[in-house]
């Protein structure tokens, strides 16, 4: 059984960078699928990050591209993000997610961790 | 960046009645790659349907997802007590990849 899990501060001052981690187990993140962030403001919907593929190939929101740096540790089958310049927008409970690719063809995100709650406040 | 609306709301509706969601995207999505996720309080989102119409593994075959054009459907069939929830589509087609804000699901 495939599972993520997001390991974070909980709680960053503002204009510092925010350092999040998922670790996979049951499954290797050098699989042909997409490790996606995804993050959820208090009270609002959802909002996709971006995503990276095993071999470090990204693909950024370009609402956030200025700020957002995503990295994979093959070693350690985890996958990360960094977020710098936080402000109290960037409160949210961010995910990560598998996005599911199989010959060429896209399965939607199937695969989430429970969430970690990120708080902005000095 | 496609936008996606979702209408209604909110839908208030019984146990055993069918929910009707609707999802209206602003332009094509590339290879109908829409999908739809449930969320309850406190969860991450559950993936429901992929490609607008294909259901994951293990969701009941009351969940049902169509397209027609830039509208897409997720049905529910039958409601039972656990599918009172917070209901998203999203697309995955074109980058930046985009969730509607949402349709609540409530008993009424």
């Known amino acids: 059984q495939v599972q993520l899990q997001e390991s974070g501060p909980g709680l960053v001052k503002p204009s510092e960078t925010l350092s999040l981690t998922c670790g996979v187990s049951?499954?290797?993140?050098?699989?042909?699928?997409?490790w996606a962030w995804v993050r959820q403001s208090p009270g609002k919907g959802l909002e996709w990050i971006g995503e990276i593929d095993h071999s470090g190939i990204t693909n950024y929101n370009p609402s956030l591209k200025s700020r957002v740096t995503m990295s994979v540790d093959k070693s350690k089958n985890q996958f990360s993000l960094n977020l710098s310049s936080v402000t109290a927008a960037d409160t949210a409970v961010y995910y990560c997610a598998r996005e599911l690719y199989s010959r060429g063809q896209a399965f939607g995100m199937d695969v989430w961790g429970q969430g970690t709650t990120l708080t902005v406040s000095s | 960046e496609i936008v996606l609306t979702q209408s209604p709301g909110t839908l208030s509706l019984s146990p055993g009645e069918r929910a009707t969601l609707s999802c209206r995207a602003s332009?094509?999505?590339?290879?109908?790659?829409v999908a739809w996720y449930q969320q309850k309080r406190g969860q991450a989102p559950r993936l429901l349907i992929y490609g607008a119409s294909s259901r994951a593994t293990g969701v009941p075959d009351r969940f049902s997802g169509s397209e027609s054009g830039t509208d897409f459907t997720l049905t529910i069939s039958r409601l039972e007590p656990e599918d009172f929830a917070v209901y998203y589509c999203q697309q995955y087609g074109n980058s930046p990849y985009t969730f509607g804000q949402g349709t609540k699901l409530e008993i009424k």
């Open positions: 332009q094509s999505v590339s290879s109908s790659y």
């Open positions: 049951g499954a290797s993140i050098s699989s042909s699928n997409w």
